[in-house]
């Protein structure tokens, strides 16, 4: 079997260390696994498969013999160094905004368009982690009796903005139960024991970076502009597993019961949802969960092909790593790279 | 001036302890105030205006007297007790679940149907917290353009089932952070860092108690049985303040600058919208706060006549004691009892 060089540029924030642990639980054929990071990791040690890896610096030569260079260092990284990785000869499986909405760039979920990856110009984004479990979720109901309308509200845990942000709800916590005085960092706002309506950037028609991103992305990915998509992303004090109250309306009526059967032999899903025994998703069910958890299954009252649903997935995992991970095994089984 | 006669029953829990710090601060017209709980807070003593009450123990006769009764000790106690202070006279304003929705009981938000007071025949009913937030915010829209439906998504602070969700939140928190094991008990999960698709009891239908409040009392207090209204209600790690995330559909267009002219000179509305300066509505900014408070107001970009808004209010105040008391100055403003 071939065996490839993978490079994962970020590898010391939150997603590229679980990239590195998924590659080493999925035990992907590795020749040499690179990490690299920017200055102030460099020479910072993790261990994969019993081996110590030191962590490198970005460099404009960092790509050479890379086969997949797996991008977790934010958009601006992305813009300048994907496009590098490239030239060098690799494939770059990019997690960050830079390239998602680009026309020639694949925006790609294994469960939803694995072929798009075929079709790739050197670059393959990731979508948001908020876009992801949605569409993973609602796939299956799309081609069975079609989605016209998608109304969705989050509860994003704090993982979804990084290491520092953990940090930042852990630390308010603990300073709030003290009543010692803090200063919101990452975000604008305390976000322990408060909610917060407002995720990246606001954009000039009112709706947030991240709003946007779950309406466009979702659209590009079940390759269909007709769906009528509105989204308000809120977080939560979680630390990880994103929620989102989902409400969707379908061309064709289906039953509750229907969906069940329909979800439950569906690839990338679990169903939690049973309510006489209070089985419903919670963000902490899904540490170790690569799945996406839907429950509160529900048809609307006042619209016979409304549905309720309240869906929750590992934003770390599935939302960023395992995705990208996932793409790169579809990659390889195809020998493409 | 008259002075009036007014019971507490449920005076020791929170919203008994917070009707009885409006009636002060509104120098409501009393006579004499009479606090009611049970046996286990007998003796217990408050201080109003200066002055020491002692709290008394619900008996058949407690109502010898009284000419308005706030009920708030939960459902049961006002299906046996609420009756028997009508017999002794009083007009009793209850804040349980346990008349909203007979035909012969007002369901009043001040804001909206004050007149339906008048009506009563004995029992004025004090809608649920989540709905109190939602009507008084969708009222000026409702009138100006109408609404034919109302998709809601609820983040509901602990404080809304009482002082022991409160206390279980700040132990379990505590408990998290220094990695002890906890029992939840007022909650059937973990409700420290997570988030909860589960409020009251799940109906056959698939819906919670909760949410099928938001519906029933919402099309009760509009009168208006056309609106199609779906709700999810979900419990987060807040301490006071419910916060809902709505989408509606009215009946005609109406732009976003025209919606804030309105929501800006609405009765009981605070408009809290501009993203540029990041403003918008947040649980930690309602704690001495009687207005709803709105923002995060955008037309749907897929529906010119959707449109997503954020809601956020003291569920203890304006949610339960302050729209109980305000409806008692109806009463007596009008001297109907």
Redesign the interface.
């Known amino acids: 079997m071939k065996k490839y060089n993978i490079g994962i540029v970020g590898a010391t924030g939150m997603v590229g260390e679980t990239m590195l642990r998924i590659l080493e639980e999925r035990n992907f054929p590795l020749n040499q696994l690179k990490l690299i990071a920017s200055t102030k990791s460099e020479g910072k040690v993790y261990l994969f498969a019993n081996k110590k890896i030191t962590v490198e610096t970005l460099k404009r030569d960092s790509f050479q013999d890379i086969d997949i260079a797996l991008f977790t260092a934010g958009g601006s990284v992305s813009k300048e160094y994907a496009p590098v990785a490239v030239s060098s000869g690799a494939v770059v499986i990019d997690n960050s905004n830079a390239f998602r909405m680009d026309a020639d760039t694949p925006l790609v979920v294994p469960e939803i368009n694995p072929n798009k990856i075929y079709s790739h110009n050197g670059i393959i984004a990731n979508p948001n982690c908020s876009t992801i479990q949605l569409v993973v979720a609602l796939k299956p109901i799309y081609d069975e009796v079609g989605i016209t309308?998608i109304?969705v509200?989050t509860?994003q845990a704090v993982s979804g903005s990084g290491r520092k942000a953990v940090d930042e709800?852990?630390d308010q916590?603990?300073k709030y139960?003290r009543k010692d005085e803090f200063k919101p960092d990452v975000y604008?706002?305390?976000i322990a024991?408060?909610?917060?309506?407002?995720i990246d950037v606001?954009e000039n028609?009112?709706?947030t970076k991240e709003e946007m991103k779950i309406?466009n992305e979702t659209k590009k990915i079940f390759d269909d502009n007709s769906i009528?998509?509105?989204a308000?992303a809120?977080r939560?004090?979680?630390?990880n597993g994103h929620?989102e109250?989902v409400?969707i309306e379908t061309k064709r009526y289906i039953s509750?019961e229907k969906l069940r059967k329909l979800l439950d032999k569906a690839k990338g899903v679990l169903l939690v949802d049973d309510?006489?025994k209070?089985q419903?998703?919670?963000?902490?069910m899904i540490n170790n969960c690569d799945d996406v958890l839907i429950?509160?299954?529900?048809?609307?009252?006042?619209?016979i092909n409304?549905i309720?649903m309240?869906i929750v997935a590992n934003n770390i995992r599935k939302g960023a790593a395992l995705n990208a991970v996932q793409i790169a095994e579809i990659l390889i089984n195809r020998d493409v790279c």
């Open positions: 309308r109304i509200s509860y709800l852990m916590t603990k139960i604008p706002y305390q024991f408060n909610v917060l309506p407002h606001f028609n009112g709706y309406i009528k998509i509105s308000t809120v939560v004090p979680v630390l929620s109250s409400y509750v309510i006489n209070l419903y998703p919670l963000p902490i429950g509160r299954l529900r048809n609307d009252l006042s619209n409304g309720n309240w």
